[in-house]
């Protein structure tokens, strides 16, 4: 088997790329980045440490500070930042409602990207976000462009968050993930687009189990 398939998986909020990106990788026992949770714990310093999205001064310096790692157990994504656990916190809703301003950000992209193209250096690798096919690995093995009806998205990632997030409805998830559709596709720096040789995957009435197959099918022939 060779050592540097790469699976791109991109698209819109919570459309299942990351269920889907775990279960490809803990199949084929690839390793798996969740690219998103790094702009989330990004933004989670940015939040903390009142950040001006705006100051490019204080921007350089917070990127200096921030040090993000993986811990990977079965699969799960477990990041810290800073060598403190935040995987729950950035779930939750005032990180959603930030990131996408601080993924805009330019110096933000390059240094998570730069990060990112690291980790799939020599390695077999499902990565998810929303420019992997397109900026982080444009020469990816396979790309799969990941959609979904809003309003099942919407529902499906209400059921995730409410119990940690009690207070919150439906609308306001549904909302949430609108506004980060069209900051992320419509930025100027590596906008949410699907990549020309990239796969289109809409899963609005496919289980995850039938998603898995119709992505292992894609990626299969390359790792025989
Ligand atoms: O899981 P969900 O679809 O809610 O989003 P996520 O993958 O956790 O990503 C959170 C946010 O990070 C997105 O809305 C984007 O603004 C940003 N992001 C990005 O700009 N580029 C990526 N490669 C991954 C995420």
Redesign the pocket.
Known sequence: MSNNIVVAI??????G??TLAKALAKKLHFIYV???????AV?LYFLRNNIDVHNHEQITQALKNIHLNFHSRDYQTHITLNDEEVSEE??LMPV?EK??????IHEV?RE??KQ?QRMGHSKNIV??????GT??FPHATVKIFMTADPKV?AER?FKEITGKNPEITLEDVFE??AH??Y??TT?EE?P?VRADDAIILDNTDLTPTEQLEFALDKVRPFVL
Not at 34 to 40: E, F, H, N, Q
């Open positions: 991109d698209g819109y909020s919570s459309c790329k990351s969740d690219s998103g949770a790094m702009y989330r933004a950035i779930r959603s990131v996408s301003e601080v993924a805009a992209r998570m990207v990112q990565m998810d976000g929303r420019d992997i900026t982080v998205r990632r949430n993930l980060r559709d900051q992320d930025r590596s949410l």
